[in-house]
């Protein structure tokens, strides 16, 4: 069973910084795929950024530029830091690890940008 757990939603006004994080415990071993998903209300959940476990890395269009996406795997920890906030992207941000073919998820995190 693998469990993750993220950190660091919140409030901020638009232009602003955020950096989320998750820590992964569990019976973690081998190469593995960690990343971040997101979900506004009313709208189904979408990819991030994906970041595999050699460093290549996966960002949705609307995302490029502005997120960067990283990952210790000594800790087994990913983050994403987020530049240039805007108000659509407030969304429910998930952690997500990719393990043997199974995907889990955490809770997720609010992030809300707004004046």
């Known amino acids: 069973q693998v469990q993750l757990v993220e950190s660091g939603g919140g409030l901020v006004q638009p232009g602003g910084s955020l950096r989320l994080s998750c820590a992964a415990s569990?019976?973690?071993?081998?190469?593995?795929?960690m990343g971040w998903h997101r979900q506004a209300p009313g709208n189904q959940r979408e990819l991030v950024a994906i970041i595999t476990s050699s460093d290549t890395t996966i960002y949705a269009d609307s995302m490029k530029g502005r997120f960067t996406i990283s990952r210790n795997n000594t800790k087994n920890t990913v983050s994403l830091q987020m530049n240039s906030l805007k108000p659509e992207d407030t969304a429910v941000y998930f952690c997500?690890?990719?393990?043997?073919?199974?995907?889990?998820w955490g809770q997720g995190t609010q992030v809300t940008v707004s004046s």
């Open positions: 997500w690890l990719s393990l043997r073919g199974k995907g889990y």
């Open positions: 569990g019976n973690i071993f081998g190469t593995y795929a």
